[in-house]
């Protein structure tokens, strides 16, 4: 499987093409936003129904992730349930496939704000989570270093085909990392949004996903060069 490779506050890190973060010195798989459950969540709420797949399609690449990197210890940034009753009515087939999924890894769950953390399915459950340099939390702090989060589901507009896409992407910059949603069923925040553009350096790149990672300029940051190191 091919990554982008970078250096945050001195740990090697690897942006998956799925979405995932891998850091291979601390055995780690980072996700964040699977909002799992959002499908059933519509319905119950008289939205506009979807096919209630979605749940499936992201634990087969979350599965297919821990296995690629030999995962250790599984880091979910939040949002992991579209809400409170999402995490308690997964049909049976899919809560048992989460549970064959978390046995024998150490599993985190960090507070989201759709979710405060799915406690009846185990694991450690925390609002944010130090690791080595790196702190990990669901909502970026303004002026924070050495930083991992999620919520935003950062897109890029980018030319494809002669037509502009939204494609998702991580957002990194010198003192911090912000995930892209792992949910299949996700929608996102264009990277030039004001939200995000106030929050990212001038140095930020929009790492996109595909197979390889691809980094592009933040589309909303100033250029200028980039001051944190990449590893190849």
């Not at 969540?41 to 499936?56: F, H, K, M, Q, V």
Request: charged share 20%; with cysteine; hydrophobic share 40%.
């Amino acid at each position: 499987m091919a990554g982008y490779d970078f250096i945050l506050a001195g740990a090697a890190l690897t942006a998956l093409p799925s979405g995932a973060l891998h850091w291979p010195e601390q055995a780690t798989l980072v996700v964040s936003d699977l909002h799992l459950g959002k499908a059933e969540r519509i319905a119950r709420r008289g939205g506009t129904l979807l096919p209630p797949y979605e749940t499936t399609e992201t634990l087969n690449r979350l599965e297919a992730d821990i296995e690629a990197v030999a995962a250790g210890c599984v880091l979910c940034l939040g949002d992991s349930f579209d809400d409170l009753e999402a995490a308690g009515g997964l049909p049976q087939d899919e809560a048992d496939r989460l549970a064959r999924l978390m046995a024998g890894h150490h599993w985190i769950w960090v507070e989201g704000n759709h979710d405060p953390g799915p406690t009846e399915l185990g694991g450690t459950h925390l609002a944010r989570v130090r690791l080595g340099p790196l702190s990990f939390r669901h909502i970026a702090q303004p002026g924070a270093s050495a930083e991992v989060s999620g919520h935003y589901h950062p897109k890029a507009r980018i030319a494809a085909g002669g037509r502009r896409i939204a494609a998702r992407c991580f957002l990194l910059d010198a003192a911090r990392l912000i995930l892209p949603a792992y949910g299949a069923y996700t929608g996102g925040l264009h990277c030039d949004d004001p939200a995000l553009s106030g929050l990212m350096g001038a140095d930020a790149r929009a790492v996109l996903l595909g197979d390889p990672p691809r980094p592009i300029p933040m589309p909303g940051a100033q250029s200028r060069p980039v001051s944190f190191r990449e590893s190849r």
